[in-house]
């Protein structure tokens, strides 16, 4: 199997092969064969009677020590990967609530409040009063809300209650699933799947869905305070791809994903370009990005994405990467042994993220500015001690727009309707011009070759004038592969779709029409296109599973991954998976994802490894959608 569709990563492969440097998809081929029982959830170690595992073959045993059969095996390890999801997720926001409050109390000088307009309309949709108070008491108590959803609340969520529609509140409280507390709902999902606790398969899932909400939640607030501290995206022009790095200037990657670190980061690097010239780099500090911190600074500072998720390794084999400034979450082990093979250094920087192979600077708000400048010096300070022999930066840079945040994609219908800018997307979609929406999310992963299935179903959809939005490595995918722009659109849409890119493209000033695929963020701006459904269903007055809006995550890794399509599920979207998560030990799990939940939540799991199949069966789950609103076209 062909490890990369990028130019670039397949060009550093080469050079890894050469040096004989190893890289995720080497230590993935020593793993092979994977455990069977593992692939398919039937192991656990959930007491110390464990490990237990089950027999699929039906020839073994059939149950646990404790006498837990597969479907309560499968159901627990599902529910525990939901609560890992939404504990990072909500961790990444609650460090931002953590850092407005600081600011409201000084403690955090440094930092903007780049969005008053957000902060006031959020405070007023949470229904705070901020008529006529100063900024500092409005992000207090915004702050303090934040706050109270995490603790056990003895009334529902308020950010749940104020983001989704009427009737998913009615339906969540009906079916016992209306969250009441984020960290209460990762709590309940430990306490319900440790030892001789639940074991109703169906009731777990439902404790898993609930916990799942705690994971939109969080991610809503990670989203809507980071655009009120470091504004909210506009579209932006961008580059992409390792062609990006510069061989005259001090490359600094953040890699991660809180733009409390990258965002000051980003910032500051504009203030060293003197001292790094002084240093030997006409060209200053580049600053570029990894992963989903990457995304936050290509939509606000357009700062260029290098790679993501499995490719992360590779930019330090260019040896011009001097250094890599990690927050959490998504930051590979195996970087600190490739980068001591280079002159790069690794930077970490959170307290509850280190590895023994790097230096560690403690980033603390009260001092952001500084700490962000001694990180850059130790980049400039690796700099000098670059090996040429060792330069290979393979020219691969692509071009596209970024930033599309809910806000940014109202203002760009608004050019069409001013009134009223939800009319013309729902227009074209009762016209047929835009068949239906799939929102694109999750990883790229070792088992499929690296953005085959993204670039696969991209096209198939496009073609069938689906608009796609993306979030998280899927739209650092697009990015890198040079699809979120007017060519792209021109090649790909389907002749209603590009009609209505176009018009859009030229009444924005384009020279051609939208890209057809929507950078909306990263992984925790999910909730953005989440809040375009629910504005788009509240106006039609029908709820979101009716509406043809689908997800799907065709390469997908992580636990965070698991949670966000278990809330597109719970929210009622058909959620496509690429790679099946280990549930198959449990045929009634299976069914109670793809077809229990689709009878309840409207929603439904979809796993299909091939992208044409899945393709289609989006399309299908849209079509079927259509004709529901008896929409015929
Ligand atoms: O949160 S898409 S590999 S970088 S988990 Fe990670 Fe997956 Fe990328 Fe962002 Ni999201
Ligand atoms: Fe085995 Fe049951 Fe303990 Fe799991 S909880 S390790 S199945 S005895």
């Known amino acids: 199997m062909q490890k990369s569709m990028d130019k670039a990563a397949q060009a550093m492969l080469q050079v890894a092969e050469e040096q004989n440097i190893k890289t995720v998809w080497d230590r993935y081929q020593a793993q092979l064969p994977q455990c069977g029982f593992g692939e398919t959830g039937l192991c656990c170690r959930h007491c110390l009677q464990g490990p237990c595992r089950i027999d699929p073959f039906g020839e073994g045993p059939q149950v646990g020590t404790c006498g837990a059969n597969a479907d309560v095996m499968v159901a627990r390890g599902l529910g525990r990967a939901i609560a890992a999801g939404t504990a990072s997720h909500s961790g990444h926001a609650k460090h931002l609530v ?207 994405l290098v790679a993501n998720a499995v490719s992360q390794e590779l930019p330090i084999l260019t040896g011009v990467m001097d250094a890599i400034v990690a927050d959490y979450q998504c930051i590979m082990p195996g970087m600190a042994d490739i980068s001591e093979s280079f002159h790069t250094k690794l930077i970490t920087t959170m307290s509850i993220a280190k590895t023994t192979k790097a230096t560690h600077i403690q980033f603390e708000e009260s001092t952001a500015k500084e700490s962000a400048k001694q990180i850059i010096r130790l980049g400039i300070e690796a700099f000098k001690k670059r090996d040429p022999a060792k330069i290979n930066i393979p020219k691969v840079e692509t071009q596209g727009l970024a930033g599309f945040s809910t806000e940014q994609i109202v203002a760009a219908l608004g050019l069409l309707n001013k009134e009223d800018p939800l009319k013309p997307l729902i227009d074209n979609i009762v016209n047929g011009n835009i068949q239906g929406v799939a929102l694109f999310a999750g990883c790229n992963t070792v088992k499929i070759t690296q953005d085959y299935n993204y670039m696969t179903m991209a096209k198939e959809l496009a073609k069938n004038n689906v608009l796609l939005l993306a979030t998280g490595c899927a739209a650092a995918c697009f990015a890198r592969e040079g699809m979120l722009n007017s060519d792209a659109a021109n090649e790909y849409a389907g002749p209603g779709l590009k009609a209505v890119l176009t018009a859009v493209g030229k009444a924005a000033g384009l020279n051609g029409p939208l890209p057809f695929i929507l950078h909306m963020g990263s992984c925790v701006d999910n909730t953005r296109a989440a809040d375009v459904a629910v504005a788009v269903a509240n106006k039609l007055g029908v709820d979101i599973d009716k509406l043809p809006v689908v997800a799907s995550a065709p390469e997908e890794v992580t636990e965070k991954a698991v949670s966000i399509g278990t809330w597109a599920v719970a929210l009622g979207l058909p959620t496509h998976v690429g790679v099946v998560p280990p549930v198959t030990g449990s045929p009634a799990v299976v069914k109670i994802l793809t077809e229990t939940a689709k009878a309840v939540f409207g929603g439904y799991f979809i796993p299909e490894p091939d992208p044409v199949k899945a393709a289609n069966a989006l399309f299908g789950a849209i079509k079927e959608r259509r004709k529901g609103l008896g929409l015929s076209n």
């Open 98 to 304: 953590h850092t407005l409050h600081k600011w409201v109390h000084h403690e955090a000088p440094d930092y903007p409040i780049e969005d008053e307009g957000k902060l006031r309309a959020l405070a007023n949709r949470l229904g705070v009063s901020e008529k006529d108070k100063p900024v500092p008491q409005v992000a207090a108590e915004v702050a303090e809300l934040a706050l109270q959803e995490y603790s056990e609340r003895l009334t529902p969520s308020l950010w749940l209650e104020k983001f989704i529609t009427p009737g998913r509140k009615a339906l969540y409280e009906k079916m016992g699933v209306m969250l009441y507390g984020i960290d209460s709902s990762v709590a309940e999902m430990m306490h319900r799947t440790t030892y001789g606790v639940d074991q109703d398969p169906l009731n777990i899932i439902l404790g898993g869905i609930k916990c799942a909400l705690g994971d939109y939640v969080g991610m809503h607030i990670g989203t809507d305070l980071s655009d009120i501290i470091f504004g909210t995206p506009k579209v932006t022009a961008t580059r992409a791809n390792m062609g990006a790095l510069k061989k005259d200037a001090v490359n600094i990657a953040v890699h991660g994903h809180n733009p409390v670190l990258s965002d000051i980061v980003a910032r500051v690097a504009k203030e060293m370009n003197d001292e790094a010239r002084a240093a030997g780099a006409p060209a200053g500090v580049n600053i570029v990005g990894i992963c989903c911190t990457g995304n936050e600074v290509m939509m606000r500072h357009g700062v260029p």
